[in-house]
Nanobody, 121 residues
Framework: QVQLVESGGGLVQAGGSLRLSCAASGSIFRINAMNWYRQAPGKQRELVAGIGSGSGGSTNYADSVKGRFTISRDNTKNTVYLQMNSLKPEDTAVYYC?????????????WGQGTQVTVSS
């Protein structure tokens, strides 16, 4: 009924940029807060950035990415973005889109499959 699909990951050199997208599809009544998480091998999954519902929703960032990453959303496309600038090798991880979505007659928390981001030094 609801699916999240990430895209935009890839291999970049340190200092480069990537723009991740997460598109929600299905029977959607309301998309609440959306988040980007990341997980590197041997490390716990961590919250990278979050954005509240609606246009101009409040945002929050992990200290490690604040000032470099920007989260945004386009409600007309049911899509959330993560613009990543000044990438560092320590940003290398699988990035996951997450959100609580009301639709299809139920409320659920959904995760995308993840997209790999690799930053070379």
């Amino acid at each position: 009924q609801v699916q999240l699909v990430e895209s935009g990951g890839g291999l970049v050199q340190a200092g480069g940029s990537l723009r991740l997208s997460c598109a929600a599809s299905g029977s959607i009544f309301r998309i609440n807060a959306m988040n980007w998480y990341r997980q590197a091998p041997g490390k716990q999954r961590e919250l990278v950035a979050g954005i509240g519902s609606g246009s101009g929703g409040s945002t929050n960032y992990a200290d490690s990415v604040k000032g470099r990453f920007t989260i945004s959303r386009d409600n007309t496309k049911n899509t959330v973005y993560l613009q990543m600038n000044s990438l560092k090798p320590e940003d290398t991880a699988v990035y996951y889109c997450n959100g609580r979505i009301i639709g299809g007659g139920r409320v659920g928390e959904y995760w995308g499959q993840g997209t790999q981001v690799t930053v070379s030094s």
